[in-house]
């Protein structure tokens, strides 16, 4: 046992601190002026592409990706790198290309796809020179339960026939998303878990209508190209969209879920980091009633919870990350469920205190805390809310017990 | 001791039924609508006007208002009429001439007016033909402690000179805003609590300039008139603007702070019985996993924590207006800040799990949950932050405890 | 709408409050000395029956039970006497004959009893001159769901013969403890809850075996009779010891249940009280770093807490009593669940701070703190455990929402 | 970076894991017998001792014990060991000769005393033929700032004279217990942190004075012998008693603090998981409402959260434990504090879950969860409440962001 990075970490962790410090928070306040000087309301600000530039000729580029296609990193090496770039969630995610929904996309493609769909998106993904999009939430269902979701794929001759709505499909509301991998029934008869297929869907295809971007609390993400609600009516494509075999949605699915949750939860905890510190600052600052809002005893013990709920997290991602590594996804499931539990919900909290001790700009457009604090809590309801991993990992938590096992109380 | 209501407000309470399902329900959709399609970003749909011409045709007229000058209603009376209007927070106030800021501020000026005050301002006001907004809270200190206002407000010859900087001064934003009630330094020499005065300051005074509108997470409230930051500088008003008199700032604020708490918690208690509403519509509806949400403990158990935190919350507040009536604002002292403490955290917390029980929709502009939040998140913060009203409080208590007197232990 | 008490209840509060601080609070050290001193490890100390000889020549007696046989009080005004018994809850309900399980028999016999079970049992009951127990709960079934209580009650001839495990039958280690009320079931094949009915049992009846006390965290409540596990074995009682008919066990144990919840409740508040005038003594006390511990913000927020919770849970009980006297306990089930779901655990976390604001002390003998908490634990299990009340009264809140019926939206 | 436990650790897990489940279960119910069947109140069972001798025989002896005198284990390889002691709290560490507060007395005399104070009583503590307790905690002072305690130690010639009162000096009542620590002042006039010394003294000391056992809750832990309070009335033992030199006693006492935060929050661990093992046996064999307990949503909530928390408190634990093999335990400063700030209160939590799930059985003697929960609640007291620790922690935090140090924003 050892908590320690090894070196490949603390050499690229050095590196993306350098760059996040030197050059994504003084592209910060230029990304705000910038947003406001846009003539179209859903594309990024020049800043991003500069910071992109930048990235790559530092070498801090897909770092997400392992194999081949990427950075070849392992997940216990790249989540502390995914860590820092949530200090700054707007900027430093894209600036490495390294923002969801592209990096789950690039993963399904290098993973699944064949070489003609990676020629085709994955390549240009890669570069950047594209975005690309996730079409699975519905609205008409309860998406949590995936084998709800009820857009049809229907196969007729070579090609498919895609008809539902999808909405919260983050990313598309920006033009320069070309690409969206919808989630689709293409059999209605098989059993529960394979009558799902993912396909990939142009985005000037006849019959895609992209009808509104989605709101969470009052912002429209129009910073990373919203979240798009689209009506699929009569689409076709050609079978050889199809990403995987048909049935496969499901799993493919699930194959995502894995190293998304790390990025997500790291960030997340980037987040956390950055929030804890602007409080830190804050009260040290502050007077009232006498002295630094920080010799207060409330405040104070919101720091102390703050820093020892974050540690505690930290330290269960960088384990499941480990896992997946070393007994792979499947067997890091409980884990992967954990995580997703406790991190959203523990960062949530910290901001909300972070807010707090800010007054009325922590509520405000003048600090980034609103902002994290609504990034965190859309996250306790991405990938199904809470409740549905908790009720999973309890069912697995009672089987356990049912044999006498006690050599094995822990996961 | 007697729990029901009495028949005035039972008739009362019935005839606002009435209009806000009648016709404050209906009229929300059509104000959406027309907040998409405004020309000017901050004024009011014409919708409000409509509202408002019926509310007084029915009576339903300035209720808030005790006193010759309005409806003449107690607290305890008007206390579960305001918890009606909660239902639709952004449309029923106005529509009956009740909403915030302009009800202290007609408070305000039929209280401590003078003859000449009150006929400029308050009667336009209590026609609605203008809107006003009040001006305490500055960017620069921590606003909690009032006797950290800043802005200055100095005598020369028969004006006042006001420089300083306030900012969620809220309605501000909207062109018909046309009157600030200004908090201020009159005299930083005096003792700490009369150095401060309110003044009231007309919008074209030369010298008021209206920066930005303040976003609470990412609203701009824009549909109420916003949150203005507003600069000062070198404003001059004649010495009859001021409130009071000299030195008064710091009492008049606490005046207003009564009744507008009792306003403020049974709107955000209305607020929290719409949220729970559509919580047990959304669970009975949506079906996952085999059965409806409804069906799940975890969900259960929400709705019951929610009806029986709010149940003590209204009591409490219920309780408040009462001890107002009968014993006065100031022996309800501890009660006006227990219910500050209290009704917003758990009216924040009802509406979160309404949130959480509606998925991506409820975060977003497709209910009206993730607006309610923001609105009782915010009063977490206005007035001062929940902490600062607990300190107090708990001083109070402690003090009670010196000398041995167990027969008086209750509030 | 009226929070304050009417006359009588000032009068009774102003007489009950004399009573425990002139003569409970002095008894309590020397009770304690006598438990310590006493030969029988189950029986009361001698200075009970000092403190009820006291108690009924003051007119302090029976208070609680309503009718021709007690002090005929509504629900609205014992309440707050029974909050004042609450501050020494060892002592002071006993010392006024408005002790538990003892009450609930006596409005049991009351109601539902014939002329011969009055005058055998409940005549020396009201005088104090025997105890009683009620035998509900057993260890081999989860007795919160009472349709599960197997303990076979069977008619044979003109006698009934009693079959089952019985356990936590509070009092009836006391030897004085003379009759058991016992739940059980006379007819498997009748509907789901018509199939118990409730006998008395003589202590002295042939097949009765009390086994042994059953401890809660420790404590074998010896000072009020324990709480014993007791095998009924082939035991025979005449048909005449039935009480009502046959199948109505069910029915006369909800009957017992609303006015039981109020005694309790309320005694919980009182026991907060006690605990929070406690609290806030010893940290005005106690120096640690440089001050009192009274200066520490957090022991501030746990004491503005305190009261706010305590304030609201106060007024729900209270409510509940008014519309147990107005409405009915049938009309008042929800309040009735909601009072047992929130003043129980509000009370715990209450004594909870308390105790740690006394340190090691906190959970020692020297204090009532640890003793008062856990009563209010064991209170969170009596009755059915918080789980079970939560979801049954979700239920009936959901069942309310399914026609729109926005007018009506509280309890 | 890596997660797993090492060959070692590995191995010694499963001999006692082994151990603890084929020798130390099966004699709990053993254990409970003889402790009703004592004639000494505060001695231990004959079962202790046939435990020590096996578990000796098995080379499971001194395993807490770095350096030549003990096992010499890391913290890190000790740690995993602690845990599967807490399994069985009562029984599993004194078997192993590896108790508080015998430990850290242990490592007290190893690390601190002179040759002939380990002679004398480091040789008989490390054999198990007697026992010691630490004598620190005072009834008249808050004891948490330890440089309030109060007990005189005063030199005269070549000999201590001690006078003062200690309480909760845990295994005291035994009389086998033949020495005691005293922590006490021996200059007044010193600094601060170098008033205070520690001693050696002889139970049969005259003028030391074992008064009465401690409760807690309602346990008087007379299986470990107690908690005693103790007056020490003109004590005199000879110079060569004193641990290390003068004005010591506050550096010597940080010393222990850190292995035996180790040792107490992983058996806390291991209580947790023996709680929530019994909780879902328990809820998997309980029927009410139609299905086991196992089905209801709540009822796995509980189970969900008591896992997620419990691994990551068992990580932070892990990783102290790392720190302080790696870094020393100054450098382990902030996680020391923030394991003994996060542990107890977590394993709180999940024991109070584990009690509700089983209804009155959980608060009773029949299950060992009561007694579980009262550990852990007194674990939030002992070295200091969680409060304490909460300040401190927050003020090394605050310090951290002083200058702008994004780059080590984790501890």
């Not at 498919?160 to 598309?172: C, D, L, M, P, S």
């Not at 949750?261 to 040290?284: D, K, Q």
């Amino acid at each position: 046992m050892d908590f320690g990075y090894d070196e490949t970490t603390e050499r690229l962790r050095e590196r993306l601190t350098d760059f996040v410090t030197g050059w994504v928070y003084p592209a910060e306040p230029v990304f705000e002026r910038q947003l406001l000087d846009r003539t179209d309301p859903w594309t990024a600000p020049p800043v991003v592409a500069e910071l992109q530039a930048e990235a790559r000729r530092r070498g801090l580029w897909n770092l997400f990706l392992p194999g081949e296609h990427g950075a070849g990193l392992t997940n216990l090496r790249y989540a502390p790198l995914a860590e820092i770039t949530g200090w700054s969630p707007s900027l430093a995610p894209v600036a490495l290309n390294c923002a969801a929904p592209d990096t789950g996309n690039m993963e399904l493609l290098a993973e699944f796809g064949t070489a003609e769909q990676r020629e085709r998106w994955l390549t240009p993904l890669l570069e950047a020179r594209i975005r690309s999009a996730f079409a699975m939430t519905e609205p008409a269902v309860a998406s949590s339960d995936a084998t709800n979701i009820a857009t049809r794929i229907e196969r007729v001759g070579d090609e498919y026939v895609i008809n539902g709505r999808k909405w919260f499909v983050t990313g598309a509301m920006d033009p320069r998303c070309a690409l969206f991998v919808v989630m689709g029934r293409t059999d209605p008869t098989a059993a529960r878990h394979r009558q799902h297929s993912q396909i990939l869907v142009p985005r000037g295809t006849p019959g895609v209508h992209v009808r509104r971007g989605m709101r969470t609390f009052g912002y429209d993400d129009s910073d990373h190209g919203g979240h798009a609600e689209i009506d699929f009516v009569d689409v076709w494509v050609p079978v050889g969209n199809l990403v995987g075999e048909e049935g496969s949605g499901f799993a493919i699915s699930q194959a995502r879920l894995g190293p998304g949750r790390i990025h997500h939860c790291m960030r997340l905890v980037g987040m956390a980091e950055r929030a804890l510190e602007l409080m830190c600052r804050r009260v040290a600052d502050r007077h009232a009633f006498g002295g630094p809002l920080a010799a207060q005893g409330v405040v104070r013990d919101w720091i102390a919870e703050s820093r020892v709920r974050l540690e505690q997290a930290r330290l269960l991602v960088l384990k499941t990350a480990w896992l997946m590594d070393t007994v792979g996804n499947r067997q890091a499931h409980t884990e992967i469920q954990a995580i997703k539990i406790v991190v959203p919900e523990t960062v949530e909290w910290i901001i909300d205190r972070a807010v707090q001790a800010h007054g009325a700009a922590g509520v405000s457009q003048d600090t980034p805390l609103a902002r994290l604090w609504t990034r965190a809590r859309a996250l306790r309801l991405a990938d199904g809310p809470d409740e549905v991993h908790r009720q999973s990992l309890a069912r697995r938590e009672l089987r356990r017990h049912q044999p006498r096992n006690p050599g094995m109380s822990h996961v």
